[in-house]
């Protein structure tokens, strides 16, 4: 079945500094979502890319999907200790009813 | 904001024990899901539904669990036999279409602790 593989697994940052996760799929994606979870939350959806080589912003917040669309990237600029959590990217696949599939995650620590 | 509701927030079972899981989407959505997150791992699917049947199943989602949508609100989960290994969290959400601009809305999930 599809797979979606998610780098690194650990960040941990100083406060101001950036933070990247990749996101890489072995197939063609439809398009790709991105959630933050924050410890003991849920899955919170943050944005969607569905066109090739798309950039889209979200005040910090930087989401690239690739020319091919088989990967895509979360760069966060200046973190901020709000922005603890775990960053999963998921895959809607596109022949089936909705279902996603997530990445292993991106667990953000962030020390003041 | 309109929101997924779950409950109860956490279940403790015996195993071997059956356990409802409730879940009330969002009242105009029509696509339903369930996942589940076992303590530091991932979020999988295990089953989405639609139009009061089950549009697809992973390999998770075997003959110990169903789901049912009884009314015209509440959409549940229902693990007849629970094992050790079913210990984890449990996530509904649900759409409004399913189409590839879909966004799923997440409930605040039940922890199911089997012991």
């Known amino acids: 079945g599809q797979q979606v593989m998610q780098i690194p697994q650990y960040q941990h940052v100083q406060e101001g500094e950036d933070f990247t996760t990749y996101c890489n799929s072995s197939t063609t994606l439809s398009n790709i979502q991105w959630y933050k979870q924050r410890p003991g939350g849920h899955p919170v959806f943050l944005i969607q890319l569905v066109k090739s080589g798309e950039v889209k912003k979200q005040k910090r917040l930087t989401f690239q999907f690739g020319e091919a669309k088989k990967n895509s990237s979360l760069h966060i600029t200046a973190t901020q200790t709000t922005d603890v959590g775990t960053y999963f990217c998921?895959?809607?696949?596109?022949?089936?009813?909705?279902?996603?599939?997530f990445g292993q995650g991106t667990i953000l620590t962030v020390h003041p | 904001e309109p929101e997924v509701t779950q409950t109860p927030s956490h279940q403790v079972t015996q195993m071997g024990q059956e356990v409802i899981l409730r879940c009330v989407p969002i009242?105009?959505?029509?696509?339903f899901y369930w996942y589940r997150q076992i303590l530091g791992q991932k979020v999988e699917f295990l089953v989405s539904f639609y139009n009061n049947e089950i549009s697809e199943k992973s390999e998770i989602f075997d003959d110990q669990f169903s789901v049912e949508r009884p009314d015209g609100s509440n959409f549940t989960l229902k693990i007849r036999s629970t094992k050790l290994e079913d210990s984890a969290m449990y996530f509904c959400?649900?759409?409004?279409?399913?189409?590839?601009?879909?966004?799923?809305?997440f409930g605040a999930g039940t922890r199911l602790s089997v012991l």
């Open positions: 998921a895959a809607h696949g596109g022949t089936s009813y909705g279902k996603l599939t």
């Open positions: 959400a649900s759409s409004a279409a399913v189409l590839a601009k879909n966004i799923q809305y």
């Open positions: 009242s105009n959505h029509l696509y």
